[in-house]
């Protein structure tokens, strides 16, 4: 016979609570629970519905790509990487690249890659590096192999106030035209928001840099021409993920809000969701592989409950280790784990209603909002931030 649960338990509310933590407590003061992520945001150990209103259900799809660094070497044993890694379930690759390829390269690069079921990312690590040139390699590639350019999905690491000491402007507004025109899904302008990561406590100031560097662009190419709308659809973040899961959750939830933001200061209304791309934190990883696993886990467990469109896990292999093909295999598992056994993908916010993280992203949407603010009497990004 079933019990009536209702009935075995007396109800309760926060005030019963504090009273049986005050006495646990024996007489310490109950705010010693409290937990401090900064100066400005401190949270409750208990939050109740009376307490928290939740926060607009984020406007983007749900679920996420995953993705796989393509391992360097030369180029057929890049390629070769890059196949092995569609083999197993691998939806975004993103090659890093450390010198600049040329036409024919590229050809080698992506042999046997079908570009039309994934999508394709192209971060440059170099001196010199010309992304627009690469761009241009790009597109002949397609379209000497027959691709609808209008189907291809994908993104080119440009971000002219981080490698530049003369920001290309000029080459970013021609590539922003062509994306427009032929190429919907591609993005060619990045936020790159690693270099704003200092730990959980900055969350708010990483996130304050990331969307006035964001909202710097779209000033830029507003004066030379080019709608705000049209840089925004061509634009994506990218984050990084450490050690601290609830901020790291958040931190990807308030930015969406952040942007939209700045979005209706430009007047655009009714904006597609932001793209994040969301990496691993190298700093967190040890020479450990074990407990990198472990930590890469609960990386991956973050982002996309942080809602992430794109998850890109480094080898468990960290430190001065070389990676190994159980790393590589253990980045695309880890998130196939996350999909296939918890069904995160079902979920376009996995972490609404949670009083806890919806309080916390609401604290950091204020503190960041307010720094962001304090960056803009300053002149923007260009001109408060060093860069």
Request: proline share 6%; aromatic share 8%.
């Amino acid at each position: 016979m079933l019990t009536d649960v209702s009935t075995s338990f007396p109800p309760s509310d926060k005030a019963d609570w504090l009273s049986q933590a005050t006495m646990e407590l024996k007489g310490r003061d109950v705010a010693e629970l409290d937990h401090e992520v900064n100066d400005r945001i401190r949270l409750s150990p208990l939050y109740t519905a009376a307490e928290v209103e939740a926060l607009p259900p984020l406007n983007r799809s749900a679920g996420w790509e995953v993705g796989a660094y393509v391992s360097s070497g030369t180029n057929p044993e890049i390629n070769r990487s890059a196949l092995t890694a569609l083999d197993r379930g691998a939806e975004a690759l993103l090659y890093r690249l450390y010198r600049q390829p040329g036409a024919a390269e590229i050809a080698e690069l992506l042999a046997d890659v079908r570009l039309d079921f994934v999508s394709l990312h192209c971060a440059m690590r170099y001196p010199g590096q010309d992304p627009a040139e690469l761009f241009r390699d790009l597109v002949k590639y397609l379209r000497r192999e027959g691709y609808d350019l209008s189907k291809i999905r994908g993104s080119v690491d440009f971000d002219p106030l981080l490698d530049w000491s003369e920001p290309p402007f000029p080459p970013l507004i021609r590539l922003l035209d062509f994306v427009n025109r032929w190429m919907p899904d591609f993005k060619v302008l990045q936020v790159n928001a690693a270099g704003f990561n200092n730990g959980p406590s900055l969350a708010d100031t990483e996130l304050a840099l990331a969307i006035a560097k964001g909202a710097e662009y779209l000033q830029q190419a507003r004066e030379r021409g080019a709608e705000p709308a049209t840089v925004n659809r061509h634009l994506q973040f990218a984050f990084t993920v450490g050690t601290s899961y609830y901020v790291d959750i958040a931190k990807l939830r308030a930015l969406r809000i952040l942007w939209a933001n700045v979005l209706r200061g430009f007047g655009i209304e009714d904006a597609p969701p932001a793209t994040i791309a969301a990496h691993t934190d190298h700093a967190t990883l040890t020479n450990d592989r074990d407990a990198n696993l472990l930590r890469l886990t609960t990386q991956a467990l973050a982002a996309v409950t942080g809602g992430a469109d794109q998850l890109f896990l480094s080898p468990a292999e960290g430190g001065d280790q070389p990676a190994t093909p159980f790393g590589h295999r253990m980045a695309l598992n880890v998130q196939h784990l996350l999909r296939l056994e918890s069904g995160l993908d079902a979920y376009a916010d996995p972490a609404a209603g949670s009083y806890y993280l919806e309080t916390l992203t609401r604290q950091l949407v204020d503190s960041a909002w307010e720094r962001f603010r304090a960056v803009e009497a300053q002149g923007g990004f260009a001109v408060a931030v060093e860069v």
